[in-house]
């Protein structure tokens, strides 16, 4: 404000005309440099793949446009999501697999290659890299200690690549971890601390970053700690400010969220890192495959979170605007869902782009979430159950079984969207699962004298029976036959020949 009166009255107290216009061109120059300053700290998403059809990327790169994301975090280097990005003007973290740690870690010549063909073709291409995330919470306890000998080595390594490529100004190293590399023994953010077993790892890579310019990236997971914990108080999951307060010496905290984020400042301040960058690299929560998880538990959280930290107030103990990615932007049909079967729900978009519930970023006019264009699907048919049929047939139990272990069933089930189905109407959803996974081929509806194709729309209510977006994969399937049945005749042919 004090900015702007001062340059308006000097701009009127100027006789001259051409140096008014000379201000405000000035002025426009500010409002352009402001409005990239902002920017930089909009909101992120993570763009995860592991879907049987996947979108085009330039589908998704249009999504993340048009719905204002100004960030991205990947969790891997592709090469076509990568040239969708080209010249995007998103900014961009690419992620580096748990698996390929113990080479990178081993191999100084494989982190150049790595940064060679992941990082400089596509930065020279006009791929906006931001940051490479080395690992994927490589720390975590169900990973018993895989990950412990190689993920800072290959830290190094990947940071000395960067540096002989000369990207190592634009470029910025960093380690998604999940929250669970720090604890509280009271449960106060002020006790908090790296958690015992990895303190001195957690010392190393956390003076590494801060040596090398590179944040601290955490993933903070309300929903886990509700799901985890049956006495976890349910309102201070979410950010309405209704939840009874945990005291910490004086200072207030009403959502668990901001309690963790300051356990983990405190983690760095005792250490002598309290002003490490953070980052949020996941936050969210998913709409299905669990009772806490519907779109109104997931509006709820993710729009209090955003409206959190749009105000750009931080927490307590870092009055710093929050930077953060959402996770996730799309539902993923072929993620493990041995944490549970929410684990293919965290999208703010369904599988195909549609939009699941209002959500304002604060990006677009409308307040509201724009679902993804151009998206072509399979037709109008589905597979379910026929009508004669008995349920104790005993073809249905090994059917439905194979069905479900192929395609998806994580919607059935209690407290989820199709809990309400009979016992036919879950056989038809498993059916129609694994036929649209199968690009609808009619052996996919074949399950012995169970099924049939229909082209009445089963769903019902919440419970979606979906049809599949058209990937090409079906295509391709006949190409891959076409091929083999030729290949085949040919080593035939040759064989009839000797
Ligand atoms: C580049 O990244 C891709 C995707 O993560 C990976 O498969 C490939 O091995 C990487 N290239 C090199 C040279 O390491
Ligand atoms: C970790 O150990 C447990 C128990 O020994 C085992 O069941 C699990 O598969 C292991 N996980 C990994 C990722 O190695
Ligand atoms: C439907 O399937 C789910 C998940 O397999 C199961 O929990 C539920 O009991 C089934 N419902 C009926 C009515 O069979």
């Known amino acids: 404000m004090g900015f702007r009166r001062l340059s308006m009255d000097s701009a009127i107290r100027d006789p001259m005309s051409g140096l008014r216009k000379d201000g405000l061109i000035g002025w426009l120059y500010f409002l352009a440099w402001l409005s990239l300053v902002v920017s930089v700290s909009g909101i992120g998403a993570n763009w995860g793949t592991q879907t049987s059809h996947p979108l085009k990327p330039e589908i998704v790169v249009r999504m993340l446009k048009d719905n204002g994301f100004q960030k991205v975090k990947l969790f891997d280097a592709d090469d076509t999501t990568l040239s969708a990005l080209e010249k995007s003007g998103i900014e961009v973290m690419v992620g580096i697999p748990n698996e390929m740690l113990n080479s990178l870690a081993t191999n100084m010549k494989a982190a150049e290659n790595w940064v060679s063909k992941n990082v400089s073709t596509h930065v020279s291409k006009g791929v906006n890299i931001k940051y490479v995330a080395v690992g994927n919470e490589p720390f975590l306890q169900t990973y018993n200690g895989s990950f412990l000998q190689t993920t800072f080595p290959a830290l190094q390594n990947v940071q000395s690549a960067l540096i002989k490529a000369g990207l190592s100004s634009q470029v910025k190293v960093t380690v998604p971890l999940n929250a669970d590399v720090y604890q509280s023994s009271t449960g106060a953010p002020s006790n908090g601390d790296f958690r015992t077993d990895i303190s001195d790892l957690m010392l190393a890579i956390v003076k590494f970053l801060n040596d090398n310019g590179g944040p601290f990236t955490v993933n903070i997971y309300p929903f886990i700690s509700l799901y985890n914990d049956a006495n ?116 703010i978009f369904n599988y195909d782009g549609t939009v699941k519930y209002k959500l304002n970023l604060g990006a677009t006019n409308s307040g509201t979430l724009v679902p993804a264009k151009g998206v072509n699907y399979l037709s109008k048919r589905w597979c379910v159950m026929k009508a004669n049929v008995r349920l104790d047939d005993p073809q249905v139990g090994p059917s439905v079984t194979y069905a479900c272990e192929n395609a998806d069933c994580t919607s059935l089930g209690y407290g989820t969207s199709c809990s309400k189905l009979d016992g036919r109407g879950n056989l038809s959803y498993a059916f129609n699962s694994y036929y649209q996974k199968n690009d609808q081929l009619d052996t996919a509806c074949q399950f012995p004298h169970l099924s049939e194709i229909t082209k009445t729309d089963p769903s019902d209510g919440t419970c979606k029976f979906g049809i599949m977006i058209d990937s090409g994969a079906y295509r391709n399937w006949i190409g891959g036959l076409v091929v083999l049945v030729v290949v085949y005749a040919g080593t035939f042919g040759v064989l009839n020949v000797l």
């Not at 010496?249 to 005792?270: E, M, P, R, S």
């Not at 750009?312 to 932007?329: C, E, H, N, V, W």
């Open 232 to 347: 976890f108080p349910v309102d201070y999951a979410f950010f309405d400010g209704t939840a009874t307060p945990v005291n910490d010496g004086g200072t207030l905290y009403y959502n668990v969220f901001d309690a963790n984020y300051d356990t983990l400042i405190w983690a760095l301040q005792k250490n002598g890192y309290g002003n490490l960058p953070v980052i949020i690299g996941e936050i969210g929560w998913p709409t299905d495959g669990n009772i806490n998880a519907n779109p109104a538990t997931a509006q709820r959280f993710n729009q209090g979170f955003m409206t959190h930290i749009m105000t750009k107030k931080g927490t307590p103990m870092r009055q710093d605007p929050i930077d953060a990615y959402l996770f996730s932007l799309i539902d993923e049909d072929e993620k493990s869902i041995q944490p549970g079967n929410f684990e293919r729900h965290w999208g």
